[in-house]
C-alpha cells in the first residue's frame, strides 16, 4: 500500500526517519502535483549512522524515479531543489 513519505513542496525538506528491517525491502518513488512525470526536483537517499548522522547514499531525480532499499537501516529523504515529494509502494 503507498504511503506518504515526504509531502510534495518545493525548497529544502527532510522526511521523517523510516526504518527497514532485516529482510525486507522498500521501493521509494518521487512524485509531484502533475501525477507520475517528475518535471523538477532532486531528493538524496540518506542513511542513518550509529552517530545520529546521515549520508547520501543515492539521489533521485526527473531521471532516476525510483530505488529499492534492501539493506537494513534508517534512512531519511532530503529534498534539496525542485517541487516534488516522495512515496513509498
Do not use: W
Not at 521501493?27 to 549520508?55: I, M, N, W
Amino acid at each position: 500500500m503507498a504511503s506518504e513519505l515526504l509531502a510534495i513542496g518545493s525548497g529544502p525538506a527532510n522526511s521523517a526517519d523510516v526504518t527497514v528491517d532485516e529482510g525486507e525491502q522498500l521501493t521509494v518513488c518521487l512524485k509531484d502535483t502533475a501525477g507520475p512525470k517528475v518535471h523538477s526536483g532532486r531528493v538524496e537517499v540518506q542513511l542513518k549512522d550509529d552517530d545520529a548522522e546521515y549520508f547520501t547514499i543515492a539521489t533521485l531525480n526527473n531521471v532516476d524515479l525510483a530505488i529499492v532499499l534492501v539493506g537494513p537501516g534508517v534512512y531519511r529523504f532530503r529534498r534539496s531543489v525542485g517541487a516534488c515529494g516522495v512515496f513509498s509502494g
